[in-house]
C-alpha cells in the first residue's frame, strides 16, 4: 500500500521521496530544529542524507505507515510521521505507530505540528485501524509536547535514558505520550 498524499485545511502532505532531500538536509542542518535531536547539533549533509535514506526504508515496513512532505502551497515547511516501531520480537504490528513532527522555525507557533499531527492520526485511527499512536520528546521540549497534548495524546510516563554524549536537558528524561482508537473516537 502506497502512502496516500493528505490534505488539511491549509496544508498538503505528500508520501516523503527521494527528492525531498534537499529539504531534509536543510532541515536537520538548521540548529533550532535539532535542538532535542541528533545530540543537539546539526547534521552534517551526509548525516543528513542516510537519516532521509532511513525514513524512506521506514515507509516500506508497514503497509500504510510512513513519513510525509509537509507543504504550504508549495513551501516545504516539514515532515510528519506516523512511523513503524519495532516490537521486542523485531517484527512492526501494523496496530501500532509513532507520532512524529519537525517543522522549520519560521513556520512555529502556527499551528502546523498540530494540524499534521491531527490528520495522521485521523488516517491512522479512521484509515488504517490503528489502535495505538505514541509520542515521545524530551521532557524540557514543551512545545512538541504541547503539540501532542493538542492532538489529544496523554502523558502516561517520564523516563530516564543514559546517553553517551547527553545534550543539555536530558536530566530531565524523556516523555511518552499515548492515544488510543477509543480515546481519539470520543474527540470526534
Known amino acids: 500500500m502506497a502512502l496516500p498524499t493528505l490534505q488539511t485545511s491549509r496544508l498538503q502532505l505528500n508520501p516523503l521521496a527521494e527528492h525531498n ?12 530544529v535539532v535542538k532535542y535531536v541528533h545530540n543537539g547539533r546539526p547534521l552534517t549533509q551526509e548525516e543528513a542524507i542516510q537519516d532521509h535514506q532511513e525514513r524512506l526504508s521506514a515507509c516500506k515496513q508497514v503497509p500504510g505507515l510512513g513519513y510525509w512532505a509537509a507543504y504550504l502551497g508549495d513551501v516545504f515547511i516539514g515532515w ?21 513532527y519537525r517543522i522549520s522555525p519560521r513556520f512555529w507557533r502556527q499551528g502546523y505540528a498540530k494540524e499534521i499531527g491531527r490528520e495522521l492520526l485521523r488516517y491512522g485511527f479512521d484509515e488504517l485501524g490503528l489502535m495505538e499512536a505514541v509520542g515521545q520528546t524530551m521532557a524540557v521540549n514543551e512545545a512538541s509536547r504541547a503539540t501532542m497534548k493538542a492532538c489529544g495524546m496523554r502523558h502516561v510516563r517520564t523516563f ?14 524523556e516523555v511518552e505520550y499515548i492515544i488510543i482508537r477509543e480515546e481519539w473516537l470520543k474527540l470526534q
Do not use: H, M, V
Open 21 to 32: 532531500r534537499d529539504n531534509i538536509i536543510a532541515l536537520d542542518s538548521d540548529p533550532q
Open 80 to 100: 510528519g510521521a506516523l512511523s513503524p516501531i519495532q516490537s521486542n520480537d523485531g517484527t512492526f504490528p501494523a496496530t501500532k505507530a509513532e507520532l512524529g
Open 160 to 173: 530516564y535514558t543514559e546517553f553517551e554524549d547527553p545534550i543539555p536537558g536530558t536530566e530531565e528524561g
